[in-house]
């Protein structure tokens, strides 16, 4: 079992930026790949980026590729989401999850656990 608690989400203006992050705790940290997913209202919850159990290979919607940047501390159990040149169609509720899997996946049904998300509103 892993609890994920994910912080930093707030109000910003667009071109600003954000920096995520998500405290894992229970199994060890590195036996996951970990991902961030989004859901804006009325909208499914979509894919953002993922990475590896090692911190290698992250992959990226195209929506957010250039501009927001994710990556890991496994000595310290957290997974961080850098948002940079934020638009108002980001505004979203921010989720991490982990996966058993150990290589970083897009597909929502990989992910074994989720976090109670995070708001990021970016106004224009």
């Known amino acids: 079992q892993v609890q994920l608690v994910e912080s930093g989400g707030g109000l910003v203006q667009a071109g600003g930026s954000l920096r995520l992050s998500c405290a894992a705790s229970?199994?060890?940290?590195?036996?996951?790949?970990m991902g961030w997913f989004r859901q804006a209202p009325g909208k499914e919850r979509e894919f953002v980026a993922a990475?590896?159990?090692?911190?290698?290979?992250?992959y990226y919607a195209d929506s957010v590729k250039g501009r927001f940047t994710i990556s890991r501390d496994n000595a310290a159990n957290t997974v961080y989401l850098q948002m940079n040149s934020l638009k108002p169609e980001d505004t979203a509720v921010y989720y991490c999850?982990?996966?058993?899997?150990?290589?970083?996946?897009?597909?929502?049904?990989?992910?074994?656990?989720w976090g109670q998300g995070t708001q990021v509103t970016v106004s224009s």
């Open positions: 999850a982990a996966s058993k899997l150990l290589h970083a996946t897009w597909y929502r049904d990989d992910y074994n656990y």
């Open positions: 990475i590896s159990w090692s911190g290698g290979h992250p």
């Open positions: 229970g199994r060890p940290f590195s036996s996951y790949a």
